[in-house]
């Protein structure tokens, strides 16, 4: 079976009534958590973002808290787990300033952990991957926070 294209779905939305689209809804929420999640977020977060990034800094606070130190080879599959969390939260909120805040937050937190991020090659390349994609994010966003973002982000490099 073949999906439909994002406007023909975007068409039959249009002509179905209120009460079968919630129906659909619900039965889109059932399936996978992720829609679940993204359907939350719409309906209960999307109006105040600053507390939204703020419980998203918790959830990465947590996961730091939670990460197994004993060997860098879990050290590193903790980051990368901890960053598809975020990159999740992201993607829900689609705005590119708290993408910049949750990156820069995520880079704030490594550095102020004890992980020797600069002994490991793979540790290092992440953490600079994460500068590099701050660095392009910041540069479409307006000159004010442009200016802002820029100066938190030398203090990591």
């Not at 977020?41 to 600053?50: G, S």
Request: charged fraction near 30%; proline fraction near 1%.
């Amino acid at each position: 079976m073949k999906a439909a294209t994002i406007s023909e779905i975007k068409q039959e939305l249009t002509t179905i009534a209120p009460a079968k689209l919630l129906d659909l809804l619900l039965r889109l929420s059932k399936y996978k958590k992720e829609n679940k999640e993204l359907l939350t977020y719409l309906l209960f977060e999307a109006h105040d973002e600053t507390a939204y990034i703020e419980i998203v800094k918790r959830e990465i606070d947590t996961q730091f808290a939670e990460m197994n130190l004993s060997n860098l080879y879990f050290v590193k599959k903790s980051l990368r787990k901890i960053l598809r969390t975020t990159a999740k939260y992201i993607r829900y909120m689609g705005s590119k300033q708290a993408e910049v805040e949750l990156l820069l937050y995520f880079c704030v937190t490594l550095i102020n952990s004890s992980i020797p991020i600069h002994k490991s090659t793979v540790l290092n390349n992440l953490y600079q991957f994460q500068l590099k994609k701050i660095a392009k994010l910041i540069a479409a966003l307006h000159e004010d926070l442009q200016y802002d973002y820029l100066k938190e982000l030398k203090k990591l490099e």
